[in-house]
């Protein structure tokens, strides 16, 4: 670890311009890649690999073209009555509408369209009334005369809050019915139909009555919200840090006038950062926030240049990380390496996760520099010796922290992998600038300011002589006096983080990611509130051997077992299914015995009897579907391919061989998320015939069944995947500290505090009431990523400071006041990056934005309370022993940079 930190600070000391140029050409490398990042929205990336999973992406690529998919149009009334003149015109005009969109492009036949008035226009005009100048008594009247077995069909696309005794409804559902776009892979063609329907159905609202389309697509539909929302926040944030980190590389107390000047510049920037981040004045508030900067800036001009010159290095290191970041990810995504898949919604958060650890790694390298500069030494020196020392944590730092990433591999929910790969990827680019892009640059600037005679830090840039050092050193009084105390009431807080981590609730939904303030949000809860989730397509994928009569049999007996599950719906007294069972019914039952006209072929029926399968019509209601057991099921599928080729090929598909394989079951059914897994359970049950046929399998799938999905992957991950980051990041610590100052224990030392830490986290969302989801799912490696680094930190800094000290009351006031305070600053800058996720109007990313919160404050309390007052503990106990603390060498060689190079 040494050896790469000395090559690397040799480098930069002997080849400065080589390593820069090297630098800035490898940022113009990989910003080239970033154009050609794939992105993915919904359930990409999020779903586990699971069997309901895998069977949605089967029936995509097998079925998709041939089957439909439909749109849930909400009509709604704020008077709280659709069944009213201006209803059934909104209604009316609203399958106009539907019509006259690109819509039409994909609708087979008129009765693609339809809901809940359908009826009601039905009997109006058979009463000679034209449904758009219909009154409201006219309508009602033609409720109550219409059809009662028509009206049977549609009850259940009106509101759950209506009484039809009046009759009237809030609201109603009208359903178009729509087939896949043709060569549409990626779904990008429907997406555009569907949102071109949406706003001309939208442009229909009257007065009072509305019509609000709702579809997973839509939910989706305007990327570019997002991407400016990710934009927002980024800028937002980077502003933020800029300003506070100038301010912690600049800030000297000055007894007389330092605390209102400071308070006066910033509020001002407090109060104009608030009005860019709300978009209450979107352009001139960064350059009124300058300005309040500027008013603090003004009384400490002296060390104006100096604050800006390592402000604005941070910052376009962080922007070449973020470059290199991407870069790379390009580079492991698809159509290149493969070790990921596109970006999606959680990996925008990495960006932002950057600018919080870059700046740790600059507060601390520009800390140490600075010290070395004020303790005499000349620019090089300086540099390779904050290089030496800083960088063999900031080493160590990386590589647990990248550990601990990295252990999301092992999750089940794919995004969350590629989260821990492209953030590893983006604090290993981080720490490599910052060793060798940071330094060389301020040995190029700084040895001009030494050939003009000039030295190029103050006296008052020492630690001490700083704000936040003064107060973190004033801290070591808890480690020196009440060391136990702390350490017990850090135990008990631990403990109670412990009992939240039990009650944490774990959610997922695909609508977290869309923002808050969305109108199709609404409409989402108005499905869900007066629909139970509304209407959804629900698929049940049967593999194996198809083509068998065991295969035909057992799937008449589950269509059958579906009579009665709850949330599928019905169609003519029966299940409201699509399958190879209902193709046949249709076109061998004669309409005599409720069979469809236009369906019915006597000659596929003359045919299918000379087959062998000739089914039993003499009760309508139960009719005899079944095949003798020595049936050619693939001839009579083949037979019937030739008679309704569009029907049969949207329920049973062949595989490369010419075998049938696969019959999609497709369902229409009314879970929504709410009871998903009690519809997955009751499919499953009614399946269970299938499944007992040798060679083939039944799985239940929608939208909402692959969510429930994420939700029991997390549960079931969530525990080993906090004990595997943990474990991992000690048994790293453990092997260094065995290896550098032969105390492994010391290890243990400094990974207990991130424990706490964690657990602490833990506890703060159960108490703030924050769910476990796919963003929070990430918050122990996220907590390890910013903990680790903070207790590493203060260990390798009081290892040093001890062997040039006599007392360890003495090192850890020494290590508090120097690290201590450039914790507290880094921790400042994070927390403010963080923070502004707050006022996203993504969910997730709010919960992300406190979640991370709680950690940097945590991690910041256990390195500079719990973790110090360890550190005496285990130093007094060594030395009533008559040990060496540090063992072996002494680590002031190994601290103390080389001569020359």
């Known amino acids: 670890m040494k050896r790469f930190i000395h090559l690397l600070s040799s480098l930069v000391r002997g080849y400065p311009w080589a390593v820069l140029a090297g630098a800035v050409a ?15 929205s919904g359930n990409e990336g999020f ?101 009662p077995d028509a009206l049977a069909d549609f009850d259940a696309l009106y509101s759950n809050r209506a009484d039809l005794t009046v009759p009237s409804s809030p609201t109603g559902l009208m359903l178009v019915n729509m087939q896949y776009p043709e060569d549409d892979p990626d779904l990008t063609e429907l997406q555009a139909i569907q949102v071109d329907m949406a706003e001309k159905v939208r442009a229909v609202a009257g007065e009072d009555v509305s019509a609000d389309p709702f579809a997973f697509a839509l939910l989706f539909e305007d990327e570019e919200s997002f991407t400016q929302e990710i934009g927002r926040l980024f800028a937002a944030a980077g502003f933020i840090i800029l300003i506070i980190l100038a301010s912690v590389f600049l800030l000297v107390p000055d007894r007389r006038r330092s605390v209102p000047v400071i308070a006066a510049g910033f509020a001002v920037m407090a109060i104009t950062t608030a009005l860019m981040v709300f978009e209450v004045v979107p352009i001139p508030a960064p350059l009124v926030a300058i300005a309040g900067v500027f008013t603090v800036w003004s009384f400490f001009h002296r060390k104006l240049r100096r604050a800006v010159a390592d402000t604005m290095i941070t910052i376009v290191v962080i922007f070449m990380s973020i470059a290199w970041m991407n870069g790379i990810g390009v580079l492991f995504g698809p159509g290149y390496l493969g070790i990921i898949g596109p970006f999606n919604e959680i990996l925008q958060i990495i960006p932002i996760l950057l600018i919080g650890l870059g700046v740790d790694y600059s507060i601390h390298l520009t800390s140490r520099y600075r010290e070395e500069m004020a303790a005499g030494r000349d620019v090089a020196d300086a540099a390779v010796t904050a290089s030496r020392t800083v960088g063999v944590a900031l080493v160590l730092a990386t590589v647990t922290t990248a550990v601990g990433f990295l252990t999301n591999l092992f999750s089940p929910v794919t995004a969350i992998a590629d989260f821990g790969v492209v953030a590893t990827v983006g604090i290993g680019a981080a720490f490599v600038l910052m060793l060798t892009f940071v330094p060389a640059l301020r040995i190029i600037l700084d040895r001009r300011a030494e050939a003009r005679g000039e030295h190029p830090i103050e006296d008052d840039h020492r630690p001490e002589a700083r704000l936040l050092p003064k107060l973190m050193g004033g801290l070591s009084v808890l480690a020196q006096r009440f060391a136990v105390g702390t350490l017990a009431l850090a135990l008990v807080l631990g403990g109670l983080g412990v009992w939240g981590l039990t009650r944490l609730d774990t959610t997922f939904s695909f609508t977290d990611f869309v923002p808050q303030d969305a109108p199709l949000l609404d409409t989402f809860e108005l499905l869900v509130d007066d629909f139970g989730g509304g209407f959804e397509g629900t698929d049940v994928l049967v593999e194996g051997d198809v083509a068998t009569p065991e295969a035909h049999n057992a799937l008449v007996l589950a269509y059958g077992a579906m009579q009665d599950t709850p949330d599928v719906r019905d169609r003519g007294g029966r299940p409201f299914a699509d399958s190879t069972i209902t193709v046949l019914y249709a076109l061998a039952a004669p309409p005599e015995v409720g069979g469809n006209p236009f369906t019915y072929s006597a000659d596929f029926a003359a045919e299918a009897a000379d087959l062998g399968w000739a089914p039993d019509f003499s009760d309508p209601a139960q009719p005899d579907l079944f095949a003798p057991p020595d049936l050619d099921v693939a001839a009579l599928y083949d037979l019937a391919g030739e008679y309704a080729p569009a029907l049969m090929s949207s329920v049973v598909a062949k595989d490369g061989t010419g075998a049938y394989r696969w019959i999609d079951v497709s369902i229409a059914t009314q879970a929504g998320e709410a009871r998903a897994a009690e519809l997955k359970d009751n499919l499953t049950e009614d399946f269970a015939v299938v499944n007992a046929v040798d060679g083939v399998t039944a799985v239940p799938t929608n939208e909402n069944i692959i969510s429930n999905g994420v939700v029991k992957a997390l549960q079931s991950s969530q525990a080993s995947s906090l004990g595997l980051t943990l474990v991992a990041a000690m048994a790293l610590l453990v092997a260094n500290f065995l290896i550098t100052a032969r105390r492994p224990f010391l290890g243990v030392i400094t990974i207990v505090p991130v424990v706490l830490v964690v657990f602490w986290v833990f506890g703060a969302m159960a108490v703030t009431g924050i769910s476990f989801n796919p963003v929070t799912a990430m918050i122990a490696a996220v907590a390890i990523g910013i903990g680790v680094p903070y207790t590493i930190h203060i260990t390798h800094r009081y290892q040093e400071d001890r062997v040039r000290t006599d007392s360890p009351e003495e090192a850890i006031e020494h290590t508090l006041t120097h690290t201590g305070g450039a914790l507290a600053g880094s921790a400042l800058t994070t927390v403010a990056g963080f923070g502004i996720l707050v006022t996203s109007t993504l969910k997730p990313f709010q919960q992300f934005g406190l979640v991370v919160g709680y950690a940097i404050g945590f991690a910041l309390a256990a390195a500079v309370l719990v973790l110090p007052s360890m550190l005496v503990l285990w130093d007094r106990w060594h030395r009533r022993r008559g040990d060496a603390v540090m063992g072996g060498r002494d680590l002031g060689e190994a601290f103390a940079a080389p001569d020359g190079a």
């Open 26 to 40: 490898l940022t113009m490398v990989f910003g080239y890649f970033t154009q050609f990042q794939e992105t993915a």
């Open 47 to 147: 779903a586990p690999d699971s069997k309901e999973f895998l069977a949605a992406q089967t029936i995509e690529e097998q079925f998709q073209e041939n089957s439909t998919t439909f749109v849930q149009v909400v009509v709604s009334s704020e008077a709280g009555d659709v069944l009213t003149g201006e209803g059934v015109r909104v209604y009316v005009d609203a399958i106009d509408a539907v019509w006259a969109s690109r819509a039409a492009e994909v609708l087979a036949a008129p009765s693609d369209v339809g809901g809940f008035l359908d009826p009601v226009v039905d009997q109006l005009e058979a009463s000679g009334i034209d449904p758009r100048d219909a009154t409201d008594e006219q309508v009602k009247q033609a409720y109550r005369d219409a059809d």
